[in-house]
């Protein structure tokens, strides 16, 4: 299986690079679980952040991933998925739910045919590193 399938085509791809400094702006996110950052604007002249903006999240485990917050039954920069505190992510405008919680943002329900567009997320040091 691919890296890129038709999911990830879905949404265009533009350049993803954000940082999150566990250190200085987000403390709190390190060994965070079931824990989420949502980035609709830079916060850095150097910050690329997709599409629609970044979907940052922190499972159960501890493990990190990153989606595009447009939705991609959508495909419209200022529709945006929502997380809730269940690990999923939803559209209101369609009402297509993801699973975020499983670090492939795959369908679970509404008219969506497409998973969410994901990102790398890599942690070295202090900074935990998005980029596609």
């Not at 970044?54 to 997380?83: K, M, Q, T």
Request: with cysteine; proline share 6%.
């Amino acid at each position: 299986m691919s890296c890129k399938n038709e999911d990830q085509k879905r949404i265009p791809d533009v350049p993803v690079y954000f940082e999150v400094n566990f250190l200085t702006s987000y403390p709190t996110f390190r060994n965070s679980q079931n824990d989420t950052i949502v980035i609709t604007k830079p916060v850095r002249t150097v910050d690329r952040i997709g599409y629609g903006g970044l979907l940052i999240y922190s499972d159960f485990f501890g493990n990190y991933c990153a989606f595009d917050l447009c939705c991609p039954n959508e495909v419209n920069p200022s529709i945006r998925i929502f997380p809730d505190e269940t690990g999923h992510a939803s559209c209101k405008v369609c009402g297509s739910v993801y699973d975020i919680s499983s670090g492939f943002g795959n369908r679970i329900s509404g008219p969506s045919a497409w998973s969410l567009k994901r990102y790398k997320a890599q942690v070295y040091g202090d900074i935990l590193y998005i980029s596609n």
